[in-house]
DNA sequence: CGTTAACCGAGACGGTACGTCTGGTCTTTAA
DNA sequence: TTAAAGACCAGACGTACCGTCTCGGTTAACG
């Protein structure tokens, strides 16, 4: 059963990787804001039309550069939560630092959310954007989530604990900083992040 | 000691109201995209000028405008945490609700991070901004924090207890949802955070 | 003796048809520059290609278009050579004004020279074109020279009279109306001119 | 009475000399359709903005330009309508002819009516280009029109002759020849037609 | 009371990105 | 070889917006 037999010329797939790549370069250079499509075009040698075929708006672009260099975070269950948590958080809080960075010529230590809150805004500004931001974040969270379910039906963690809102919990917070309060995160906030979270506050 | 004895005219007080009342209308009809500095100009019958030199961008005005809008909530311990929290973060989704809808000409139910997003980016571009977003949050849930303080010399929370650490959970799977995984956020998600923040998530 | 022996699959003379119809509905509704080769293709269901392995350009279609609509206007010498003329020339601008609204929405009289104007400027763009264009009025106007030679002979008209240069007066004035002035052209006017070419103008 | 007492910045009048000076450079070397605004603003050193504020299309600019370098054509009546009608006619056949040369790399000899058409064609296509062009050529042959009236007063021409007529003939005559049927203009030509005009073709 | 500094309104300006459109060519598969 | 479909290149177009600047004119407070 073909899915539907192609008609007319195929799309160039090498026209994707090079235009991802030039946008990737290109952001990384110049932030969101000094970001142009034209440029992105010249650079990867494709006509605009291509290009624009594609992704049909300088967001759609960008949040495609940005789901390609998400990198999976590989993690298993090794039978101590606390260990596999502070591991998991500690490498999304890397990206999130790395990405902090983008488009400021010098590594200036004025926290910004930099290419983050761009994106959320993009997703905030087409739907159809959004649920592509959703859906690179449902499958970069996936794992962890198994993991945690993993851990309760080991009995590490109370069996009434919902995966979903305890990650929210800890996701929420490092994404809070960032995006709102831009105070710093690194390896010890992380710890008392998670230990916080699984002691819990109640005396 | 006068800080700076004023010469030449005035400002015009009444400009200011009139920008950020035309402001506030239109990025409540169009969002923070298609507003305009030059429309907002024309609707408060200002000159350009008169508005730039209060705002120097338009991210100024539009976080002056959100700022504006920031109703305090009030709060008091009342020697119950839970209820206390429970009363507040439904107070803040309530904002966060209503700010989703800004710009979407149907109240569709899209969820969308809408303006708040655009504050973070804002925040991420310009440094004055960055600052002026934080102390709005960091006035805003001054009172939150010092209850926390309380209710941990009460003896109602662990007296390990950091109120930073636990506000982040907390705030911060509240914006975590609205900026990124776009999943709705009600009362009865408010109550299950904050039984697992007071629980605790280890067995 | 065969031109050329075809090999390969004959062209679909259909197309021809199908195309030139599309392409003329098209350039009555929309004019010479809402025009789009696109937009005649799909209209007439058939591929791109197809229309450009025919006329290799959007200015050949559309001069294609033209001849193909430019009727014969029988004309035979009646021994009157003014009523013959006058027959004629109203022939012509029968058809000037109908091109006239052509791209037109409402029939507004806002005199403009519609079609007209564009086919020159194709025929001045392009050295074949241009050549076509020239064939397609010599043919057309083969008859009427003729005409006024006949009536040269027969004694109704100078003997040194040129009747190319008489014709280029008559038609000349129609098209610089038309093209240049603007202004309307009616029996009357046809009348005036082709009274002032017979009689002329000195005292 | 002030006209109208002028508000905001005024517009800088520097600008419109640049840019139809670049205009006309870009013109002569590259003809209309490989002219293009971005290229004559950025020679102009010119904000595209700036140039669309004084000419909202590419035709609009185009016709100023060639509104610009519509010379004047002294003429006055001197006894001899023929030899000033001579004169005058072979003045409009020398800018026709230098017309014809625009945008043409090699001064090659395939006679086109290059611009003019394109002016012709722009006029069709907007009514205020229209209007502009019919201005030009009125004010251009006001004077020749005058000078026909004189001359009949004087006797010289009959006195039924109606001057508008009389000189759509002769100009319609060059005009048709430039656009429609592309034969070559010279002064031989228009004795002939100059004579034919006023001797008229009746026997 | 005049000077002066800073304001105001209107609107042009520079700069630049955007996304659209079109013409004309090329690459597939199928007939 | 032609056809159909549609991607491709190239590049102009006109729009939108931001933030600055230039006018003429106004409004206080200072001297």
């Given at each position: 059963?073909?899915?539907?037999?192609?008609?007319?010329?195929?799309?160039?797939?090498?026209?994707?990787?090079?235009?991802?790549?030039?946008?990737?370069?290109?952001?990384?250079?110049?932030?969101?804001?000094?970001?142009?499509?034209?440029?992105?075009?010249?650079?990867?040698?494709?006509?605009?039309?291509?290009?624009?075929?594609?992704?049909?708006?300088?967001?759609?672009?960008?949040?495609?550069?940005?789901?390609?260099?998400?990198?999976?975070?590989?993690?298993?269950?090794?039978?101590?939560?606390?260990?596999?948590?502070?591991?998991?958080?500690?490498?999304?809080?890397?990206?999130?630092?790395?990405?902090?960075?983008?488009?400021?010529?010098?590594?200036?230590?004025?926290?910004?959310?930099?290419?983050?809150?761009?994106?959320?805004?993009?997703?905030?500004?087409?739907?159809?954007?959004?649920?592509?931001?959703?859906?690179?974040?449902a499958r970069r969270?996936?794992?962890?989530?198994?993991?945690?379910?993993?851990?309760?039906?080991?009995?590490?963690?109370?069996?009434?604990v919902e995966p979903?809102?305890?990650?929210?919990?800890?996701?929420?917070?490092?994404?809070?900083?960032?995006?709102?309060?831009?105070?710093?995160?690194?390896?010890?906030?992380?710890?008392?992040?998670v230990t916080g979270?699984?002691?819990?506050?109640?005396?």
């Amino acid at each position: 059963m073909q899915p539907t037999a192609r008609r007319g010329r195929p799309r160039k797939q090498e026209a994707d990787a090079r235009i991802l790549d030039a946008a990737l370069e290109l952001l990384l250079d110049c932030g969101y804001d000094r970001f142009s499509v034209d440029e992105v075009a010249a650079k990867a040698q494709v006509a605009k039309t291509t290009l624009y075929r594609r992704w049909p708006t300088k967001d759609h672009l960008i949040v495609a550069v940005v789901a390609r260099i998400q990198d999976e975070v590989p993690v298993e269950y090794s039978g101590d939560v606390r260990a596999d948590l502070t591991r998991y958080l500690n490498e999304i809080v890397n990206g999130l630092n790395r990405m902090r960075q983008v488009g400021r010529a010098t590594a200036s230590g004025d926290a910004s959310a930099g290419l983050v809150a761009e994106v959320a805004a993009a997703a905030a500004r087409h739907a159809d954007v959004g649920a592509a931001v959703q859906a690179m974040f449902a499958r970069r969270n996936a794992l962890v989530l198994t993991l945690l379910e993993q851990a309760r039906e080991h009995g590490e963690l109370r069996s009434d604990v919902e995966p979903g809102v305890l990650f929210d919990q800890l996701a929420g917070a490092l994404y809070y900083r960032l995006l709102v309060t831009g105070r710093p995160i690194d390896a010890a906030y992380v710890d008392r992040l998670v230990t916080g979270a699984l002691t819990g506050a109640s005396a």
